[in-house]
């Protein structure tokens, strides 16, 4: 059983910038890739980036590429994603995901970002 926590999320206006971390605890002898998904109201859940097992290959989606950085510090069992040059359409929940072979997926409870125009 794996248990994550983010944080980090906030109000900020246009243009601002946010980190979200994402806490991994329990299950953790073992890393795997994992990733970070969004969802605002009344929309669905969806992918924002990836990162790889050890951190060396990251992937995000059109909508936020150039402007968000993923990253892990496997020694802390921990997620971030760094948000720049926010804009209003990114308000969301934002969750953390990870997901492991034969167990399933593993996702925290989220974080509000809210971006003002």
């Known amino acids: 059983q794996v248990q994550l926590v983010e944080s980090g999320g906030g109000l900020v206006h246009t243009g601002g910038s946010l980190r979200l971390s994402c806490a991994a605890s329990g299950r953790t002898d073992s890393i795997y890739p994992m990733a970070w998904f969004r969802q605002a109201p009344g929309k669905e859940r969806e992918f924002v980036a990836r990162i790889s097992a050890g951190g060396g290959t990251t992937s995000y989606s059109e909508f936020v590429k150039g402007r968000f950085t993923i990253s892990r510090d496997n020694a802390k069992n921990t997620m971030y994603l760094q948000m720049n040059s926010l804009k209003p359409e990114d308000t969301a929940v934002y969750y953390c995901?990870?997901?492991?072979?034969?167990?399933?997926?593993?996702w925290g409870q989220g974080t509000q970002v809210t971006v003002s125009s």
């Open positions: 995901m990870v997901s492991i072979p034969r167990k399933g997926d593993y």
